[in-house]
């Protein structure tokens, strides 16, 4: 396989995964459950506000009564995320560079 292919085979498949990531972390992280908030927080009594979400950096936290908070999204869904979008950006470039070679 020569190196325009793999270049162009990075393009593809490192968004792909990236999204696949931030879907499972979607779906990790209770943001389509349609349950009540004290049943996927049941550790400790919620606060007024008993939860908080943001779409990037993917995040969905529990908010206690006490103050203290837990993050519904697995540690690795943003970090992983972010790397195959990186990738996707870098093969982008490299495959601009290539083709405007002679």
Do not use: Q
Not at 31 to 56: M, Q
Not at 63 to 74: E, H
Not at 77 to 97: K, M, Q, S, Y
């Amino acid at each position: 396989m020569n190196t325009v292919a793999r270049v162009a085979l990075g393009m593809v498949v490192a968004p792909s995964a990236a999204a696949a990531v931030y879907l499972h972390g979607v779906w990790a992280g209770h943001f389509l459950d349609l349950r009540a908030t004290s049943e996927y927080c049941p550790a400790k009594p919620l606060a007024s506000t008993s939860t908080s979400a943001d779409w990037l950096p993917l995040r969905h936290l529990c908010r206690y009564a006490d103050g203290t908070t837990t993050d519904l999204v697995p540690a690795y869904v943003n970090p992983i995320v972010f790397l195959c979008l990186a990738l996707a950006v870098a093969c982008t470039a490299l495959a601009l560079r290539s083709a405007r070679r002679p």
